[in-house]
């Protein structure tokens, strides 16, 4: 068994969770019926297209909840790129096990080198002119995850939740009356970390003013962006966020921006093409 772990995620509840939720009260019937309790099988993993690979260990957890004795062999390491065809991941064991197992380690797999595979073609389009960030835009539950995946793909983390830092966007700054009285607010609080949302370049100068250690500059076209990272002159690390695509990210990191963030990386990666296939050992 790997040494696995990530700091606020509990592996051995995530994978009795997501077990027992395809499990039910009667267990994997059909396994049960068709499949004889000593029957072995041996597998291999393999990617159908060319993938950031994610999530191995994760898989292999699955299969040895179920089958401790199981025999599992990773072949790709996290982060590293494969071809189409590469085989990921070898296994021998009790079949009933492998079988039961098999959908709960392959979503797991395909979510996150899915998520691995779009941040890596983020990275390789911003072509080292920015640091590419992710968001808070992920299922629920699947947070430390998905935010790991990003990083196997190269991106960095933005903060993990509303507890981090402080964000400070367009509905704090309606009911505060104005950026500079939201970021005034949140340096009352003692807050060290203080992200402020700015829409529009007027906004800038105050938002700096009243404390702000972060500017995320929001919807703003690359002739935008680049007034507004002459305006703040390395003071603070700006952001360029909203309606990045693979298209256009290229161009907005060469405008100066510190970072690029990107909720699709999350929101919208589709599921890699990942099987398992199995033979009577």
């Known amino acids: 068994m790997s040494d696995f772990s990530l700091p606020g995620f509990d592996l051995s509840a995530f994978v009795r969770a997501t077990l027992a939720e395809d499990l039910g009260a009667e267990g994997d019937i059909t396994s049960l019926a068709v499949i004889p309790a000593d029957a072995r099988f041996e597998g291999v993993m393999d990617s159908r297209d060319a993938i950031i690979v994610a999530g ?13 004795e199981m025999e599992i062999e990773i072949l790709a390491e996290e982060g590293a790129a494969v071809p189409a065809g590469a085989d990921l991941m070898r296994l021998s064991g009790n079949a009933r096990a492998m079988l039961t197992a098999e959908r709960s380690a392959l979503n797991t797999v395909q979510h996150l080198a ?9 990275v390789d389009a911003l072509a080292g002119g920015a640091t590419l960030l992710d968001t808070r835009k992920t299922i629920p539950g699947l947070r430390v995850l998905e935010k790991y995946a990003t990083r196997m793909g190269g991106a960095t983390n933005h903060r993990m939740g509303l507890w981090d830092a402080a964000m400070i966007k367009d ?29 529009h370049i007027e906004q800038i100068e105050p938002a700096l003013g009243a ?6 500059l929001d919807n703003m076209n690359v002739e935008q962006l680049r007034a507004s990272v002459e305006l703040v002159a390395g ?19 060469t405008t100066g921006v510190t970072y690029v ?9 589709p599921a890699a093409d990942i099987g398992l296939d199995f033979a009577l050992a």
């Not at 404390?211 to 995320?216: E, N, R, V, Y």
């Open 171 to 199: 509905n704090h700054v309606a009911v505060a009356g104005s950026v500079a009285e939201a970021a005034r607010r949140a340096v009352a609080a003692g807050i060290k970390d203080i992200i402020v949302e700015v829409d």
């Open 211 to 216: 404390g702000a250690t972060h500017l995320l």
């Open 235 to 253: 003071r603070v690390p700006t952001e360029a966020s909203g309606g990045v695509t693979l298209e256009t990210i290229g161009a907005i990191g």
């Open 114 to 122: 899915g998520i691995a595979t779009m941040t890596r073609q983020y």
């Open 261 to 269: 963030s990107v909720g699709r990386l999350t929101q919208s990666a």
């Open 56 to 68: 191995l260990p994760i898989a292999e957890a699955f299969f040895r909840a179920l089958d401790p």
